[in-house]
C-alpha cells in the first residue's frame, strides 16, 4: 500500500513515536547502545555514518554520539573517505573488535536499535485493536465480492469494532478460515510496530515478514523511516494478521530462545498484537485442547500475557487482539462453560443455501471462463447432491471445478457432465450423505 491512499497521517505517527533526539530519548543505555553499533561494525567491517544510521534507525547525531564514546573508549578509530564520498568512516580497533565479539557471545541479535519494553507497550496501547469504531456499512462493503450471509455479518461485526475474541464454529469448508482471514481488513489503519524490543538486557526480535506487511512508503532516496517523522526503530504495516492451525504447540505462545544464535523471536500472540490471531483448526492440534485453552484464560481477562526470559525474569507483555478460535467440531466438545463465557462472540457456520450454491458455483464458473454454469450446476444438484444427501458445502464449486479443469485438459474435452462425473467420483471418497447439521447462519465462499 502506498502512502498515496491517503491512509497513513504521519503527523500522528510522529506524534506517537517521535524521533529520538538524544540517545537517552530512545530508553537504550550508553553501554547497550555501543555494543550494538559494534557488532554491526564487526560484521561489516569500515562503515559511514549514514550507513550505521540506517542500521541501526537511529538519527545521526546520536550514532556520532555512541561513535565518540567508542572513539573515547579506544574501540572505534577513523578510516579514510571514499572517493565519491566525503562521509567518515569507521571501524573498530583490535581492542573493539574483541570487545564486539564479546557482545555477540552475549546476545547474538544483530539489526536496527530496539526499543524499550515500556514504550512497545504504551505504543500498542495507543493503536489497540479495539480503537476504530468499525461501521455495519464498511463490513458489508468487505464482503461485496463474497456469497455470504447478511446476518452472519452482523455477527461477526460487532466483535471487531469492539475488539473482542470470537469462537467460529460449523461444518469444514463453509468458509470459516477464508472469512477470518479477511476480518483483518476490518481493523483500520496501519500501526507501527518494532523491529526488535529490550527487555533488562535481552533484545527479542519482533518484527516478522510472514505476520507483518510493510508499507510502501514512496520511492526515497533515503532510509524511508528516518525520512518518515516518526522513530526508525519502528516499521509502519498493515495490521497484523497471525494464523496457525493444527501445527500450534504451547511453546511457540512463549519467546523462543535459539541457542546457536542466541537470540529472542517474539511469540506468536505478541506478534499479533494491535491485529488479528487465528487459531484455526482447533482441536487438530498436538497439543491438548484443554491445555491450550487453558493458556488463554488469564490474558483474555486481564488483556495482559506474561513471559519468561531464560535467565528466569519475567515480564508482560499487552494481550490487545482480536483473537479467533475456528474449529469444525461442537464447541461443548472442546471447551467448558466457563471458558466459553470469557469467548464474546460464538459464531456458526452452516452450509449454503441452494440459491447460494449456485451464485458461487456461476461466480467460479466466470472466473474460469467455463460455458453453461447454469446447466452443469443443475446436473450437479439433480444427479449427485440430491441422489447423496450432501450439505451443499461453500467450497466444492472451487474444487470440483479444478479437478474438472485438470481432468478436461488432460483429455481435451470440454467441461462437460461426463467431466463433472469424473471430478465428483475422485473428489467423494464415497457417495454417502455429509456431515450433520447445525446452527443458525449460514457460511461463505470467494470468487
Known amino acids: 500500500m502506498s502512502i498515496a491512499e491517503g491512509r497513513v497521517d504521519l503527523q500522528r505517527l510522529a506524534e506517537l513515536a517521535p524521533r529520538p533526539a538524544t540517545l537517552a530519548e530512545t530508553g537504550l543505555g550508553e553501554l547497550f547502545a555501543s555494543d550494538l553499533l559494534s557488532k554491526h561494525l564487526a560484521t561489516s567491517g569500515v562503515l559511514d555514518q549514514l550507513d550505521l544510521a540506517g542500521r541501526l534507525g537511529l538519527p545521526g547525531n ?16 577513523l578510516h579514510t573517505q571514499r572517493d565519491d564520498s566525503r562521509l567518515l568512516r569507521y571501524g573498530l580497533t583490535e581492542r ?56 452472519l455479518l452482523d455477527r461477526l461485526g460487532p466483535a471487531m469494532r469492539a475488539g473482542r475474541s470470537v469462537f467460529i464454529h460449523g461444518h469444514p469448508g463453509t468458509g470459516k478460515t477464508y472469512v477470518s482471514r479477511r476480518m483483518s481488513r476490518l481493523l483500520g489503519d496501519p500501526v507501527l510496530l518494532p523491529q526488535a524490543v529490550l527487555v533488562n538486557d535481552s533484545v527479542i526480535n519482533y518484527y ?14 533515503a532510509d524511508v523511516r528516518l525520512q518518515a517523522g516518526f522513530d526508525g526503530r519502528y516499521r509502519l504495516c498493515e ?52 491445555a491450550l485453552l487453558n493458556r488463554w484464560i488469564v490474558p483474555l481477562e486481564e488483556q495482559r500475557d506474561q513471559l519468561w526470559l531464560k535467565t528466569g525474569a519475567h515480564f508482560y507483555i499487552p494481550f490487545d487482539m482480536v483473537l479467533i478460535f475456528s474449529t469444525n467440531l461442537p464447541p461443548h466438545s472442546l471447551a467448558d462453560e466457563a471458558f466459553l463465557r470469557r469467548i464474546g462472540y460464538k459464531v456458526t457456520f452452516e452450509p449454503a443455501t441452494r440459491e447460494e450454491y449456485i451464485t458461487i458455483w456461476e461466480q467460479a464458473c466466470a472466473a474460469r471462463q467455463i460455458p453453461r454454469a447454469r ?32 481432468y478436461a485438459r488432460y483429455m481435451n474435452y470440454v467441461v462437460d457432465e461426463r ?4 471430478a465428483w467420483n475422485n473428489y467423494f471418497v464415497d457417495s454417502g450423505a455429509g456431515a450433520e447439521g447445525g446452527g443458525a447462519v449460514r457460511g461463505t465462499a470467494s470468487h
Request: hydrophobic residues 40%; negative net charge; charged residues 20%.
Open 375 to 406: 446447466a452443469l450446476v443443475d446436473y450437479l444438484l439433480g444427479t449427485h447432491y440430491e441422489a447423496t444427501g450432501r450439505p451443499l458445502l461453500q467450497c466444492h464449486p472451487r474444487d470440483l471445478l479444478g479437478l474438472a479443469e485438470d
Open 96 to 151: 573493539g573488535r574483541l570487545l564486539a565479539m564479546q557482545a555477540l557471545e552475549r546476545d547474538g541479535y544483530l539489526g536496527p536499535a530496539p526499543v524499550t519494553i515500556a514504550d512497545y507497550r504504551r505504543v500498542v496501547a495507543a493503536q489497540s485493536a479495539g480503537t476504530r469504531p468499525v461501521t455495519r456499512q464498511e463490513v458489508h462493503a468487505s464482503f461485496t465480492d463474497v456469497v455470504i450471509a447478511p446476518e
Open 239 to 290: 495490521r497484523p494478521a497471525v494464523t496457525v492451525g493444527g501445527e500450534l504447540t504451547l511453546d511457540m505462545l512463549e519467546l523462543q530462545y535459539d541457542v546457536a544464535t542466541r537470540q529472542y523471536t517474539a511469540p506468536l500472540q505478541m506478534r499479533a498484537n494491535t491485529g488479528l490471531f487465528l487459531i484455526d483448526d482447533l482441536g487438530r492440534q498436538r497439543v491438548s485442547v484443554q
Open 62 to 77: 546520536i550514532v556520532e554520539e555512541v561513535i565518540s564514546f567508542l572513539r573515547a573508549e579506544g574501540r572505534v578509530q
Open 419 to 422: 467431466v463433472l462425473d469424473w
Open 208 to 221: 516478522d515478514a510472514g505476520s507483518h506487511k510493510a508499507v510502501d512508503l514512496g520511492p526515497q532516496t
